[in-house]
T-cell receptor, first 116, second 112 residues
Framework: DGGITQSPKYLFRKEGQNVTLSCEQN?????MYWYRQDPGQGLRLIYY???????QKGDIAEGYSVSREKKESFPLTVTSAQKNPTAFYLC???????????????FGNGTRLTVT | SQQGEEDPQALSIQEGENATMNCSYK?????LQWYRQNSGRGLVHLIL?????REKHSGRLRVTLDTSKKSSSLLITASRAADTASYFC????????????FGKGTKLTVNP
């Protein structure tokens, strides 16, 4: 079955540590995205990538970093510079990137990160 | 930046009733999409409606779009307990924007 896999489902870290969230897709989609969701809030875009070896900042990129070395993988690193990292992180992909968004986003089931 | 604004924030109904959720947005769009999110899970795409479309159906779902009022509604008919979830609208803005902007969602509870 095709889909997006995020791991782990729950992640706990101490303040000051960097942590990397995994996102893998086997849908052969070109575009991949990372969103952050806080309780009772919508999704805010962190980073997105439309093609391998290229990515752009979203609305809240500060304190985060990404890489896109392979089409199927788009890991997100939450660095110690992120002031309030505790949140639910969602990875998504779509077949048709760019202006128009005429293809829907496919989401993984998220990683809940808790930093204490 | 939030573009879509869902209304109401929360809705509680009985099984069998219809549920209507509304979404308002500010700028011209290329299309508008509705997603469902079960608690603690990822979002699932429901319907995409283009700016030149006025109504779209998918099973028990009916979406309308009024570009003059910059608003959309999602109607779920004959609701079931399994429809309990949060529902989000998302807009793809005109002008070649590469971002899909999500609202804060409507939390729907369907009581058995």
């Amino acid at each position: 079955d095709g889909g997006i896999t995020q791991s782990p489902k729950y992640l706990f870290r101490k303040e000051g540590q960097n942590v990397t969230l995994s996102c893998e897709q086997n849908l052969n989609h070109d575009a991949m995205y990372w969103y952050r969701q806080d309780p009772g809030q919508g999704l805010r875009l962190i980073y997105y990538s439309q093609i391998v070896n290229d990515f752009q900042k979203g609305d809240i990129a500060e304190g985060y970093s990404v890489s896109r070395e392979k089409k199927e993988s788009f890991p997100l690193t939450v660095t110690s510079a992120q002031k309030n990292p505790t949140a639910f992180y969602l990875c998504a992909s779509t077949l048709s990137p760019g202006g128009g968004y005429n293809s829907p986003l496919h989401f993984g089931n998220g990683t809940r990160l808790t930093v204490t | 930046s939030q573009q879509g604004e869902e209304d109401p924030q929360a809705l509680s109904i009985q099984e069998g009733e219809n549920a209507t959720m509304n979404c308002s947005y500010k700028t011209s769009i290329n299309n508008l999409q509705w997603y469902r999110q079960n608690s603690g899970r990822g979002l699932v795409h429901l319907i995409l409606i283009r700016s030149n479309e006025r109504e779209k159906h998918s099973g028990r779902l009916r979406v309308t779009l009024d570009t003059s009022k910059k608003s959309s509604s999602l109607l779920i008919t004959a609701s079931r307990a399994a429809d309990t979830a949060s529902y989000f609208c998302a807009t793809a803005n005109q002008g070649g924007s590469e971002k899909l902007v999500f609202g804060k969602g409507t939390k729907l509870t369907v009581n058995p």
